[in-house]
Antibody, heavy 117, light 107 residues
Framework: QVQLVQSGAEVKKPGASVKVSCKASGYTFTSYGISWVRQAPGQGLEWMGWISAYNGNTNYAQKLQGRVTMTTDTSTSTAYMELRSLRSDDTAVYYC??????????WGQGTLVTVSS | DIQMTQSPSSLSASVGDRVTITCRASQSISSYLNWYQQKPGKAPKLLIYAASSLQSGVPSRFSGSGSGTDFTLTISSLQPEDFATYYCQQSYSTPQSFGQGTKLEIK
């Protein structure tokens, strides 16, 4: 069965960076993209961007352009999302999801990133 | 960018009730509309894709309809495990966007 296993919770200071990993199993990693979606406490879902696991092409949400980088390591079937210059409003649960033409059938368990001084 | 608007934002209902949640897109998205269920502390779960296709393993009491700009999610007979938050999402164009969510609570 498909599994997406994310790295653990992080606490960061404002201005720092965070890198969240998402290890995939149970499917051919390079046949699908990975999207990242975040959810601030008590709020809705926000799409952050997408990466093709086939060729590394990316598409980021405009509001995060310049602060976010998504990468993949096909040798370990792992996707990464790095967010820089963290602010308090980046505090959220970050999810990776297997992206099948922008439909998310499988999700990671979520990674809580807390930004606090 | 396409905006997705759900109504209502919250809803109280009883076990056995029939419930309908609506989602409106700011422009036509054909049938590129998905529905997710999210329970507290859990990742969203895909219920309906392409507006009306039931995801494998999802009970048949869930159904979706609509095309263009107006869509509905219907639960035919609420079960205790259905109390959760529901989100629509357009998969027509990037940036993908979600509705703000509908919280379904027990009356």
């Amino acid at each position: 069965q498909v599994q997406l296993v994310q790295s653990g919770a992080e606490v960061k200071k404002p201005g720092a960076s965070v890198k969240v990993s998402c290890k995939a199993s149970g499917y051919t990693f390079t046949s699908y993209g990975i999207s990242w979606v975040r959810q601030a406490p008590g709020q809705g879902l926000e799409w952050m961007g997408w990466i093709s696991a086939y060729n590394g092409n990316t598409n980021y949400a405009q509001k995060l352009q310049g602060r976010v980088t998504m990468t993949t390591d096909t040798s370990t079937s792992t996707a990464y999302m790095e967010l820089r210059s963290l602010r308090s409003d980046d505090t959220a649960v970050y999810y990776c999801a297997r992206d099948d033409r922008y439909t998310y059938e499988d999700w990671g368990q979520g990674t809580l990133v807390t930004v606090s001084s | 960018d396409i905006q997705m608007t759900q109504s209502p934002s919250s809803l109280s209902a009883s076990v056995g009730d029939r419930v309908t949640i609506t989602c409106r897109a700011s422009q036509s998205i054909s049938s590129y509309l998905n529905w997710y269920q999210q329970k507290p502390g859990k990742a969203p779960k895909l219920l309906i894709y392409a507006a009306s296709s039931l995801q494998s393993g999802v009970p048949s009491r869930f159904s979706g309809s609509g095309s263009g700009t107006d869509f509905t999610l219907t639960i035919s007979s609420l079960q205790p495990e259905d109390f959760a938050t529901y989100y629509c999402q357009q998969s027509y164009s990037t940036p993908q966007s979600f509705g703000q969510g509908t919280k379904l609570e027990i009356k």
